[in-house]
């Protein structure tokens, strides 16, 4: 049952990373930018519901609670755009509790961690959970703001959608080019050849943000 359910959490973690880095490339508001952002989005939301199954079972509480920030980052990112601008709906409410939880469930695996003999949980000590738990914090304000004006417009909306799409990738990327790197060919291994597709995935990042903050885009071309 185990291997069957990390097979599958490979496979996804494989198109979610293809699909991403595909999406990049391709011009938005085409055809395959838009099924191929189809599929990342499953991908990643497969990929953290099994990661976070996974952690359960190996009792890895930052694990759980990454899988399912990646979930709620790629839903969220796609509220955002599908729904009129300046408008928020129940969705939204939700998410906004999702992840506030999340951002508990931190608090508290961080305090654990900072409670037992060698200062770790699952692996990880209270550094870790701080680190993530503050990112959530800032997507949290984000999502506070986005309700408090009833929702946002044009480039502030693109730009939220944007690096919800983009910072799962991230995290995907860095876990398994840096996270499971034993796994790779030893002569890839080398931190220089491994650094290589996160730095892509963040300067893409940085340049479409840029881009868009910049110039004129009509909401279609971001459409998913």
């Not at 069957?4 to 990049?24: D, K, M, P, Q, T």
């Not at 990643?44 to 199954?53: A, E, M, R, V």
């Not at 190996?58 to 969220?76: A, D, F, K, M, Q």
């Not at 409670?115 to 990112?135: N, Q, Y």
Request: aromatic share 16%; with cysteine.
């Amino acid at each position: 049952m185990m291997s069957s359910i990390l097979l599958f959490h490979i496979c996804a973690g494989a198109i979610a990373l293809l699909a991403g880095y595909a999406v990049a490339f391709i011009k938005k508001g085409q055809v395959a930018h838009k099924y191929l952002g189809r599929t990342y989005v499953v991908a990643i939301l497969f990929l953290g519901l099994s990661g976070t199954y996974i952690a359960i079972l190996r009792e890895v509480p930052l694990s759980l609670l990454n899988g399912l920030v990646l979930c709620y980052l790629v839903l969220s990112s796609l509220n955002t755009v599908w729904q009129s601008p300046a408008r928020i709906n129940y969705f939204d409410k939700l998410l906004f509790v999702f992840v506030t939880l999340i951002i508990l469930g931190f608090v508290w695996y961080g305090y654990q961690a900072s409670h037992t003999v060698g200062g770790k949980l699952g692996g990880f000590g209270i550094e870790a959970f701080a680190v993530f738990g503050s990112i959530m914090v800032c997507f949290w304000i984000g999502d506070y703001r986005n309700l408090k004006q009833g929702g946002l417009r044009g480039k502030s909306r693109l730009i939220r959608h944007l690096w919800r799409m983009y910072f799962p990738l991230m995290m995907s990327t860095a876990a398994f080019f840096l996270g499971q790197s034993r796994h790779l060919p030893e002569i890839v291994q080398r931190i220089e050849f491994l650094l290589v597709p996160l730095l892509f995935v963040v300067f893409t990042a940085v340049f479409w943000v840029v881009k868009v903050g910049t110039e004129k885009f009509r909401m279609n071309q971001i459409h998913s």
